[in-house]
């Protein structure tokens, strides 16, 4: 961001200068600035569809961390459905943790036996992984 005298804010075109002007009147170039701007949000948009990666892991990589503003919408979206997922999955955990559980649940998609523990740690088959629906319990 860049001020006038004034404190206005400038149009970030007052704000290009050539390598020449740079050196002439000693200026520092904002590099985080640049790194988030001109180079993240391009990558971020770029691989946002590409499955296992996210901002975070991109950022981490320029070292930085605070991402909130680089993220799209559906990316803020599925950070909080993912959030709320694990918040679930671990008030599960501690709610049946003193629940011991007898007998299996079957797999739809491979057969296996999944022992319950498993199922309530992890909604998922710990042999193909699939998930599994909560119905499944009953």
Do not use: M, W
Not at 8 to 31: Q, R, T
Not at 51 to 66: A, D, H, L, P, Q
Not at 72 to 79: G, I, P, V, Y
């Amino acid at each position: 961001k860049f001020y006038n005298k004034g404190n206005e804010k400038l149009n970030s075109s007052l704000c290009c200068f050539s390598i020449s002007e740079i050196k002439k009147y000693n200026l520092k170039i904002d590099k985080d600035y640049y790194i988030r701007n001109q180079i993240l949000l391009p990558i971020n948009r770029l691989c946002e569809y590409i499955e296992g990666t996210n901002v975070e892991k991109i950022s981490s990589c320029f070292n930085i961390y605070n991402v909130k503003e680089i993220k799209t919408e559906e990316q803020n979206e599925e950070s909080y459905l993912e959030t709320n997922v694990l918040s679930l999955l671990s008030e599960s955990e501690e709610r049946f943790k003193n629940i011991h559980l007898k007998g299996f649940l079957t797999c739809h998609n491979c057969s296996h036996n999944i022992k319950p523990v498993i199922f309530i740690k992890y909604f998922r088959c710990n042999k193909c992984l699939s998930l599994l629906a909560i119905e499944q319990i009953r």
